[in-house]
């Protein structure tokens, strides 16, 4: 049974219980770090809860920092000392996080209302290939935005 966050108040949501008692969830993420696979007010999330799930590259998980905040980012690497974690929408590499920290895995997206499983094959590789261009994204950057602001100045 996947539960909808939505139908929780928000300032009570508990994430862990919710995941310790349904097992799936599913909820809005906040922010950009996971632009432009995953879109704030557009996308809803599907989670799982990560137990002893085996961990892979280019797995999306739900972890809690240090600090207490919950990030949702993409497996950039796994090594003895810990598990190193990137938001698609980022360049710079978090980690160790270790696994205790790692509360749920991402199934699936909830897209204008319809189901999008990460085991569909345009996902797939669509993921793949952006987590190959990490070094490569600080120049996609600069180039999209010197398009979208010529574009802009063209239609001015």
Sequence with gaps: MTKNCFEEKKETVNVEALLAKYGTIQMAPKGYSMYP???????QVILKQADAMPLKR?????YRRADDTLVLHRVYKVKQDGIYLVGDNQVEIEGPIQKSQIKA????LVRKGKRVSVLNLFYVVLTRI???FLPLRPQMKKIA????????????
């Design 37 to 43: 696979v995953i879109v704030p007010e557009r996308d």
């Design 58 to 62: 280019g797995m999306v998980v739900l």
């Design 105 to 108: 895995v991402l199934v699936g």
């Design 130 to 132: 952006w987590l190959c």
């Design 145 to 156: 935005y010197r398009l979208k602001h010529a574009k802009d100045k063209n239609n001015a």
